[in-house]
C-alpha cells in the first residue's frame, strides 16, 4: 500500500472538508468568510463566519465565494482556504509534496485554473491534482476505482448536481447541472413570499427543505418564522408540505431528467454493473426528503443515499490522496 503525505480539499460550494493524510478529516465547515468592512481584514472564517451570514453587523460583509461549484471571488476563496489551511495544522511545507482539490465535472479549465491559483497563494510550491467530483464521490461511495467496475453516481452538492458513470477510476459519461442546495432554498423563499407573504432567512429555508422536502403529501406543515411582507414585522406561519414539494419541483425533474438521460446513453458493458450496483446518491441534497424515491420511480433503478453523503467526497479525496494508484488523473498543475 502507497502512502503519500499531503491534503485532500472538497472545496464546496456549500461546505468545505480538509483532510489530512495520516490525520484524517480535520476541517468541515462552511464556505464562508467575514470581513472587516474597514480594512479588508479577515473577521472570521468557517462556522463562526457563516453564523453572521443575514445578520451581517454594519461593518462586517461576510461573503461565500463560491457559486454554482466554482470560485466566483479569488481573494476571498483564497483567504478563506488560507484560514483553513492554517487551522488545519498543517507541517510547514506539507502543502508541498500533495494536494488532491476536487472540482465539479463540469468545471471549465477558467475555473481549473482559479483553484489552482487560490491554492497557489497559500503554498506556491504545492503538487496539485485535481480529480473530478464524481470520480470523488464513487472512491468516497466504497466503489473500488482500480478493478474497473462501473458505477452510477449521483452528486447533489450545495450548488452543483453532478451524475457520472464512472468504471475503472474514469469518467465515462457525466452531466453537470449547476443547481443544487442553494437553488432549493431559494425557490423555497420565493414560493413562501408569493403564497404566503413572508419572508424567510436561508436557515428557516433550508429546515423546511430537509424536513418537508418532495414527500408533500397534502398533510404534512411545519412551523415557520418569517417577516411579514406587507407589515414588515415577524410572523409564526404553518408552511404546508405541498407548497414546499411543489417550489421544488422543477429543480427534482431537472435532477431525475438529467439522470435518465444519462442512462439513455449507458455504453452496454456497463448496463449490468449499473443495474445492480444501484443509483448511488452522495453530497447533502441526496438526503432530501422523496428525492431517491422519485429517482427510483422515474428510473426503475434501485438507488441508495450513500453513507454519510456530505463526507462523500472528501471521504473520496482522502483515499485518492492516500491511494492513488489506478485513478484517472485530473489536470495536475505543478506549481
Ligand atoms: N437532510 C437534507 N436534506 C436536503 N438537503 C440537505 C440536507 N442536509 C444538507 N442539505 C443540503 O446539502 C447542501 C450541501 O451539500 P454539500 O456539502 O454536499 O454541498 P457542497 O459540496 O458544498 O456543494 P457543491 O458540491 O455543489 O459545490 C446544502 O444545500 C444543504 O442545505
Ligand atoms: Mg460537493
Do not use: Y
Not at 507541517?91 to 481549473?112: D, N, Q, Y
Not at 452528486?155 to 474514469?170: F, H, P, R
Amino acid at each position: 500500500m502507497r502512502f503519500r503525505s499531503g491534503v485532500a480539499i472538497d472545496l464546496g460550494t456549500v461546505n468545505t472538508l480538509v483532510s489530512v493524510a495520516g490525520r484524517g478529516l480535520v476541517i468541515d465547515e462552511p464556505s464562508a468568510i467575514a470581513l472587516d468592512r474597514a480594512t479588508g481584514r479577515v473577521a472570521a472564517v468557517g462556522q463562526a463566519a457563516d453564523a453572521l451570514a443575514g445578520k451581517e453587523p454594519q461593518d462586517i460583509e461576510v461573503l461565500h465565494p463560491l457559486r454554482n461549484g466554482v470560485i466566483a471571488d479569488l481573494d476571498a476563496a483564497s483567504a478563506m482556504l488560507q484560514g483553513f489551511v492554517r487551522r488545519a495544522k498543517l507541517r510547514r511545507g506539507l502543502l508541498r509534496t500533495a494536494a488532491v482539490v476536487c472540482v465539479p465535472g463540469g468545471a471549465t479549465w477558467v475555473e481549473r485554473r482559479s483553484l489552482a491559483a487560490a491554492l497557489s497563494v497559500i503554498r506556491p510550491r504545492c503538487t496539485l491534482q485535481l480529480v473530478d467530483e464524481p470520480i470523488a464521490a464513487a472512491a468516497g461511495a466504497g466503489i473500488d476505482l482500480a478493478q474497473g467496475a462501473g458505477a452510477f453516481i449521483v452528486d447533489v452538492g450545495g450548488g452543483t448536481t453532478e451524475s457520472a458513470v464512472v468504471a475503472g477510476g474514469q469518467i465515462v459519461r457525466a452531466r453537470s447541472l449547476r443547481v443544487g442546495g442553494n437553488a432549493m432554498d431559494d425557490a423555497i423563499v420565493t414560493a413562501v413570499k408569493a403564497e404566503l407573504g413572508l419572508m424567510l432567512g436561508r436557515n428557516a429555508a433550508r429546515t423546511l427543505k430537509t424536513t418537508l422536502g418532495l414527500a408533500g403529501d397534502g398533510t404534512g406543515r411545519m412551523e415557520t418564522v418569517g417577516v411579514d411582507a406587507a407589515r414588515r414585522t415577524p410572523r409564526v406561519e404553518q408552511v404546508p408540505g405541498w407548497l414546499v414539494a411543489q417550489a421544488l419541483e422543477h429543480i427534482a425533474t431537472a435532477i431525475v431528467d438529467c439522470v435518465q438521460e444519462m442512462l439513455s446513453d449507458i455504453p452496454p458493458n456497463l448496463a449490468e454493473d449499473v443495474v445492480r450496483g444501484k443509483i448511488r446518491l452522495a453530497g447533502g441534497g441526496a438526503m432530501l426528503p422523496g428525492l431517491a424515491d422519485r429517482i427510483e420511480a422515474a428510473t426503475g433503478i434501485p438507488v441508495v443515499v450513500v453513507d454519510d453523503p456530505l463526507r462523500c467526497v472528501a471521504r473520496g479525496a482522502a483515499e485518492i490522496l492516500e491511494h492513488g494508484d489506478g485513478l484517472q488523473q485530473g489536470p495536475v498543475a505543478q506549481r
